[in-house]
């Protein structure tokens, strides 16, 4: 079946504008992560989603940064007001609900901000 | 805050040698699972292994094993007969926070390089 799929791949834009990221999870997992890699380094978490629950936003950098779903399906991230350190890939991820279950991920979206 | 640490930046190993790479982690909980994933230049990240804390026995998946210290939060993982197509970056990754979340915090990754 399909993976999780991310869209642009590449999104180049200016400081100051703001930019939306989406992700499409697996049809049927409940669970949908975005993490953050900068250049070289590790991902870091940014917001889980479980269900129809209360999103977990406690790895938003800051209030520039947020992020919806609808339901089990699409979700989207959101910076506002981009800075160049905000420059990074960004991953999204979805699983079964539970810590054993295997994250699969998506290709990711680079983002430059200039 | 937990933390998990990867010490080793880069590796290289010859194709069809063995190589180790070296995890260490940090965490309050008593039962957690334990992740090795990879990340080939395609930006993909994939599931390599993953290991109970609770089950004393080693997981193995084909060439790849983890070895397993509980007492020393250690988590390496051992790659057999080395590919060119296993080039790629390695990240260990534990469970953070309360609940069955499945919220992970990722090292820093370990960059190996497959010689031919």
């Not at chain 1, 642009?8 to 409940?30: A, F, Q, Y």
């Not at chain 1, 947020?66 to 991230?77: N, Q």
């Not at chain 2, 094993?65 to 988590?75: E, I, L, P, R, W």
Request: charged share 20%.
């Amino acid at each position: 079946g399909a993976g999780v799929s991310q869209s642009p791949s590449n999104k180049v834009t200016e400081k100051g504008k703001d930019v939306e990221l989406r992700c499409d999870p697996i049809s049927g997992h409940t669970a949908l992560y975005w993490y953050r890699q900068r250049l070289g380094q590790g991902l870091e978490f940014l917001i889980y989603f479980q269900g129809n629950s209360a999103p977990d936003k406690s790895g938003l950098p800051s209030d520039r940064f947020s992020a919806e779903r609808t339901g089990e399906s699409v979700s989207t991230l959101t910076i506002q007001r981009t800075q160049q350190e905000d420059s990074a890939v960004y991953l999204c991820a979805s699983s079964l609900y539970g810590t054993y279950n295997e994250q699969f991920f998506g290709p990711g979206t680079r983002l430059t901000v200039l | 805050a937990q933390t998990v640490t990867q010490s080793q930046p880069e590796m290289s190993v010859q194709e069809a040698e063995t190589v180790t790479l070296s995890c260490t982690y940090d965490t309050s909980e008593n039962n957690y699972y334990l992740f090795w994933y990879k990340q080939p230049p395609s930006r993909q990240m994939i599931l390599v292994i993953r290991q109970e804390a609770y089950k004393q026995q080693n997981a193995t998946e084909n060439r790849f094993s983890v070895n397993f210290q509980k007492a020393a939060k250690s988590f390496s993982l051992k790659i057999s007969d080395s590919q060119l197509g296993d080039t790629a970056m390695y990240f260990c990754a534990s469970p953070f926070g309360s609940g069955n979340t499945g919220k992970l915090i990722f090292g820093q990754g370990t960059t190996l390089q497959v010689k031919p």
